[in-house]
């Protein structure tokens, strides 16, 4: 089975920093890497498919990149409403679908 | 408007049996796989189960093999997970969520629906 590891758990910033989210996974996937904002209470909201691919309606600001076994999820200028726990996740053909432990991203 | 509403969580004793549904509207339910993805109380996100539109394949994960049954009814618009021989470690909020056609990526979830295993 495919192990997704993030980095990292917790990130403490400030409005308008720029943060970078890593996620590995223990075998190389290719670009069948999704990232996920889950606001306490909600369900998860897509944010960027195929590595790199922005979803419909999400703002500009989040952005990522990677390939093989290495990724990041980077927001450029971070906003109140930003501050959520994120996920990755790999979609390629089947392997358990597993998630990234998640990084709950916190106010400074 | 896609939506996704799930149903049939509560509070069951270990051992015992639950079945949740998930109504689907605002897309074509019978083209698309859906999954079923839990999250238990502070924790992270686990997937639990994907169908495909034809109901084959289906896939489970470890942790609930033998024990949870996913189906659908593309007549109805329906998503189901019968579950059996529940533990305590089965607690935890339960997503049904879409996966976008053709692949495997989930993209729509819906909001939720509680199982408790506890006596």
């Known amino acids: 089975d495919i192990q997704m590891t993030q980095s990292p758990s917790t990130l403490s910033a400030s409005v308008g920093d720029r943060v970078t989210i890593t996620c590995r996974a223990s075998?190389?996937?290719?670009?069948?890497l999704a990232w996920y904002q889950q606001k306490p209470g909600k369900a998860p909201k897509l944010l960027i498919y195929e590595a790199s691919s922005l979803e419909s309606g999400v703002p500009s600001r989040f952005s990522g990149s990677g390939s093989g076994t290495e990724f990041t999820l980077t927001i450029s200028s971070l906003q109140p409403a930003d501050f959520a726990t994120y996920y990755c996740?790999?979609?390629?053909?089947?392997?358990?679908?597993?998630f990234g432990q998640g990084t709950k991203l916190e106010i400074k | 408007e896609v939506q996704l509403v799930e149903s049939g969580g509560g509070l069951v004793q270990p051992g015992g049996s639950l079945r949740l549904s998930c109504a689907a509207s605002g897309f074509t339910f019978n083209i698309y796989s859906m999954n079923w993805v839990r999250q238990a109380p502070g924790k992270g996100l686990e997937w639990v189960s994907y169908i495909s539109s034809s109901s084959s394949p289906i896939y489970y994960a470890d942790s609930v093999k033998g024990r949870f049954t996913i189906s659908r009814d593309n007549a109805k618009n329906s998503l189901f997970l019968q579950m059996n021989s529940l533990r305590a470690e089965d607690t935890a909020v339960y997503y049904c969520a879409r996966s976008r056609s053709g692949g495997y990526l989930v993209d729509y979830w819906g909001q939720g629906t509680l199982v408790t295993v506890s006596s």
């Open positions: 075998q190389s996937i290719s670009s069948w």
């Open positions: 996740r790999h979609y390629n053909s089947y392997s358990p679908y597993t």
